[in-house]
C-alpha cells in the first residue's frame, strides 16, 4: 500500500478519523442501528484506516477512539 507524503500524513490521517467520527455519531443520533451496529461500521471504517498507517507513530489512535465508543458510548 502507499502511503501519502510525509508532510501530509498527519493532516490526512486526522482528517479521516475526524470524518469516521461524525459519521459515528450522525449513527447514533439518526437510532436507526443499534450502538453496537454503529460502534462495528466505526470500528471497522477505523482498522481500515489503522492498517493504511501501520507501522508509524500515529496507527495506535484509532484503536484508541474505537475502544473508547464501545466502553464509554452512549445508547444508540
Given at each position: 500500500?502507499?502511503?501519502?507524503?510525509?508532510?501530509?500524513?498527519?493532516?490526512?490521517?486526522?482528517?479521516?478519523?475526524?470524518?469516521?467520527?461524525?459519521?459515528?455519531?450522525?449513527?447514533?443520533?439518526?437510532?436507526?442501528?443499534?450502538?453496537?451496529?454503529?460502534?462495528?461500521?466505526?470500528?471497522?471504517?477505523l482498522d481500515?484506516?489503522?492498517?493504511?498507517?501501520?507501522?508509524?507513530?500515529?496507527?495506535?489512535?484509532?484503536?484508541?477512539?474505537?475502544?473508547?465508543?464501545?466502553?464509554?458510548?452512549?445508547?444508540?
Amino acid at each position: 500500500m502507499s502511503r501519502p507524503p510525509k508532510n501530509r500524513s498527519m493532516h490526512l490521517f486526522v482528517e479521516k478519523i475526524n470524518d469516521a467520527c461524525k459519521k459515528h455519531d450522525r449513527c447514533y443520533s439518526r437510532k436507526i442501528q443499534t450502538r453496537t451496529e454503529c460502534d462495528r461500521v466505526f470500528c471497522d471504517e477505523l482498522d481500515d484506516l489503522r492498517s493504511k498507517y501501520y507501522g508509524t507513530n500515529i496507527c495506535m489512535a484509532p484503536e484508541a477512539f474505537c475502544a473508547a465508543v464501545i466502553y464509554g458510548g452512549h445508547t444508540a
